[in-house]
């Protein structure tokens, strides 16, 4: 049973199962998270669906918990023999208080950043999302390439910056409402015209796939089940998956992985030194992303998986 899998204490409840009797409405959703992590595994290549469907069992498990607040405030929206309800009141009371409490403790703490999301950082400047950044006005070259690529996308032109900085680096953020790619002077001087072209082109396949709206559903998803040790492996899957789909996108808008390629391999060899944390969070590329399975905690995949991954659609 996952339940036991991702936090014991907390799933004592089907220790009660195998005591009292099954309860197919607590069985159900269990059957569905296994159906669907199987189908997962059958997927492959298809980042697309695979992030979706991970994300979907974010949210069964966040519909898990919201089942037990409203079970603890309407015990009769759910419909279970008396004699179970007896005897999870004799054997486990205190598991019930605890479930009780976590999954409120990780319904607000997910409402805050759900409106922090949506009513705070998205509406500051990008001096205050990064006060410790210096941004220049950028060049009509990167600003054309931008526009272009945006076209091909069929997407609105995003706001565009150049981050004053050696570091390789470009990325995408939303402030004043608005999405802004940003790209370092480190990035524009360390690759060709083309290869820079690649990377910015990953950053408009990220809107093009909303990608923010994904990430931010699992983001406020694993919040919501702070408790759930499953949660912190979840999120990051769908931030790596959403990375690869990303560079598929890339590719096909602009008719081919080679320069791509060409760039993730260039960084890939860069010596630059440490990036400041938010930037290197959301940047095309994290240099520092590890591989194993301290890996299975990277929102980034490595890089070399993302080239493996780029050269197979040769």
Do not use: W
Not at 16 to 22: A, C, I, K, N, T
Not at 101 to 107: N, Q
Not at 159 to 170: L, R, Y
Not at 282 to 290: D, G, P
């Amino acid at each position: 049973m996952i339940q036991f899998i991702q936090f014991l204490p907390r799933y004592l409840g089907l220790l009660s199962m195998l005591l009292v009797g099954p309860s197919i409405l607590k069985l159900l959703p269990d059957v569905l998270i296994l159906a669907t992590l199987a189908g997962v595994l059958a997927l492959g290549r298809s980042f697309r669906s695979k992030s979706l469907a991970l994300l979907g069992i974010l949210v069964l498990m966040v519909l898990q918990s919201l089942g037990i607040v409203l079970y603890a405030v309407y015990p009769e929206s759910i419909r279970e023999t008396a004699h179970f309800a007896h005897e999870s009141v004799i054997f486990f009371p205190m598991l019930r208080d605890f479930n009780l409490g976590v999954s409120l403790i990780g319904a607000f703490a997910a409402g805050c950043v759900a409106l922090f999301i949506e009513f705070g950082r998205s509406r500051f400047s990008m001096s205050k999302v990064f006060p410790n950044v210096g941004f220049v006005e950028p060049t009509p070259e990167l600003t054309s390439i931008i526009q272009r690529l945006s076209r091909a996308a069929k997407i609105r032109t995003p706001d565009v910056a150049i981050v004053d900085s050696g570091n390789p680096t470009a990325f995408t953020v939303r402030a004043n409402r608005r999405y802004t790619i940003a790209a370092s002077v480190g990035l524009l001087e360390s690759l060709s015209e083309k290869e820079v072209e690649a990377c910015l082109a990953h950053e408009v396949a990220h809107l093009k796939n909303r990608d923010f709206i994904v990430r931010a559903l699992a983001t406020i998803a694993k919040l919501a089940l702070f408790a759930r040790p499953m949660g912190y492996f979840l999120e990051p899957a769908i931030y790596r998956a959403r990375e690869l789909l990303a560079d598929k996108t890339a590719a096909e808008l602009i008719c081919g992985p080679t320069m791509l390629i060409s760039a993730l391999s260039k960084l890939k060899q860069a010596n630059s030194d440490s990036e400041p944390s938010l930037i290197a969070g959301m940047s095309v590329c994290n240099l520092n992303a590890r591989n194993g399975f301290l890996g299975l905690f990277e929102k980034h995949p490595c890089l070399e998986q993302r080239i493996q991954a780029l050269q197979e659609m040769n």
